[in-house]
């Protein structure tokens, strides 16, 4: 069982974000707090994807190079990539070259063109936002999935996404806010 820890600054947090540097600056500034907007949404829900199987430190050293790659995470240009465009991806040093990966992301761009005629992505996946879970006091009380999860990991297949399992779908609602992911105890925790 593990609770928060206090770092050399003298401030708690969850245990995978004590010692500075990339992971801490995420876990303060960004992990569960809201994103806006459709690139915000189409990157959070990308890099879930290809983290699947990493860690999560790994994306997050390569997520300029991410941003880069994808434009921007702009659905109208991922979504015309080609196979010269994936060829180009397979062989950016810069992300992760897996061609599944690749080919979700070309495939959730064009499946977040398709949800502008109907609520579009951010609305989607905030309507699957949880009721509020029990907060947990160590990373054994941590779930990795949820009946939420599970929910929006079917509703976004039957909509054409792909790598959107119910495990990386409760990492991503952590990521976007959907509820608040900090063990009680950390500074971030209702913050």
């Known amino acids: 069982m593990t609770g928060p820890v206090v770092g050399e600054d003298g401030v708690a ?30 990157e959070r829900l990308t890099l879930e994807a290809f983290q699947s199987g990493l860690a999560w430190a790994t994306i997050l050293r390569k997520r300029e190079a991410f941003r880069a790659a994808f434009a921007g995470f702009d659905a109208e240009v991922v979504a015309a990539y080609d196979d010269a465009d994936r060829a180009r991806l397979m062989a950016d040093a810069g992300i992760v070259r897996n061609r599944l990966k690749v080919d979700a992301a ?56 792909v790598f959107v399992g119910p495990t990386t779908m409760h990492a991503l609602m952590e990521a976007i806010g959907l509820f608040d992911p900090h063990l009680v105890g950390c500074h971030r925790r209702g913050a």
């Open 13 to 42: 947090r969850c245990p995978w974000a004590g010692g500075p540097g990339l992971m801490r600056d995420y876990h303060d500034d960004e992990w569960g707090r809201p994103v806006t907007g459709e690139a915000a949404y189409l």
């Open 106 to 161: 070309v495939t959730n761009a064009r499946a977040t063109l398709a949800l502008r005629e109907q609520e579009g992505l951010e609305a989607l996946l905030r309507s699957f936002a949880p009721e509020v879970p029990p907060a947990p006091t160590s990373t054994d009380e941590v779930a990795t999935t949820s009946p939420a999860s599970v929910a929006m990991s079917k509703e976004l297949k039957r909509r054409g996404f």
